[in-house]
């Protein structure tokens, strides 16, 4: 079975374990939500972009001294820029990181089995799904959520529109969850199914760590094992080390030492997911300069 196959079985088994847990279990806390959300991200989530620089070495950006701190410092001076917008901003901040997890999520759903459009239109509307279905029967859960990074008036606006944006959503991927069942191609029909499921039934913040620590993070340390030529976990583990502490140093620092007056569980969710923004666009630029080289 490849790593692949693997991956999208584990993500069906977790979610159909949190949606028993859910039906059967009093609601899961918010604090073991986000505790949960945040070991993913550590273990899973944010190592996935520490790859970010051997990608860098295979495009050959990385083949000198000075072409690997022209990387670095440019790669940190984006991130950086997503920072200040933040912190000037918030709310400009959260919306381009919509967009940003939009474009960036939608390539999980690449479908080379279907013809233009409706390749471009099956991975855009997972990934729309991806940030609206929630809002259909969890909107405070996730308005909540959202209050934790931007205010509470922008917050509400924003489920408002992604509650109207759901609707579509859902008629397309279901459309497109049939289209999979019909072709016989079974996990990739239950992979979507429970994708759907889960957005619309589970806690915002319980299916963010599914999607993000199940699903996307592992597909995308699968595939570029295989693009990179890794001979072992070792060898990958070994070779992005360094990378990987220093983000969980900068992480943990800034839940330590970041002066803030709210609860513990939302601010810690407020800078993982700030942290995550902010590394997302670089990390998507060495995406797409990777995808048009293979």
């Known amino acids: 079975m490849n790593s692949t196959k693997l991956i999208d079985i584990c993500f069906v088994s977790c979610c159909c374990l949190f949606l028993i847990i859910t039906i059967i ?5 918010l604090n073991i939500q986000v505790v949960l959300l945040l070991i993913g991200s550590v273990i899973i989530g944010l190592p996935h972009g520490a790859m970010d620089y051997e990608i860098g070495k295979y495009l050959g950006l990385c083949n000198n001294l000075k072409s690997k701190l022209m990387f670095l410092t440019t790669y940190l001076a984006i991130a950086a820029i997503n920072f200040g917008i933040w912190l000037i901003s918030p709310i400009i901040g ?3 990181f919509l967009i940003l997890s939009i474009w960036h999520f939608s390539e999980d759903w690449e479908d080379e089995n279907i013809n233009l459009p409706g390749r ?3 991975k855009n509307s997972f990934a729309l799904a ?7 029967l969890n909107s405070q859960d996730l308005q909540l959520a959202f209050s934790f990074l931007i205010d509470d ?5 924003t489920v408002l529109f992604l509650q109207k944006l ?4 859902i008629i397309l991927t279901t459309l497109f969850t049939f289209l999979s069942f019909k072709k016989n191609d079974y996990l990739k029909g239950l992979v979507s199914f429970l994708f759907i499921v889960s957005a619309i039934f ?4 319980i299916f963010l760590f599914l999607y993000f620590c199940i699903l996307h993070g592992p597909r995308h340390t699968a595939d570029l094992y295989k693009i990179l030529n890794y001979k072992s976990f070792a060898e990958l583990l070994r070779n992005n080390l360094a990378v990987i502490v220093a983000t969980l140093i900068i992480l943990m620092a800034a839940i330590l ?5 709210k609860e513990v569980h939302s601010h810690i969710f407020s800078i993982l997911i700030i942290l995550i923004a902010c590394l997302t666009c670089p990390h998507m630029l060495l995406i797409s300069m990777l995808n048009r080289k293979i």
Not at 166 to 169: R, S
């Open 25 to 29: 279990a009093s609601p899961i806390s």
């Open 94 to 96: 959260f919306g381009l």
């Open 120 to 122: 471009w239109i099956k």
């Open 130 to 136: 991806l940030i609206s279905l929630p809002s259909v």
């Open 153 to 157: 008036y922008y917050s509400t606006l």
């Open 166 to 169: 759901a609707v579509p959503m």
């Open 202 to 205: 589970l806690p915002p913040i």
């Open 257 to 261: 030492f970041y002066n803030s007056e």
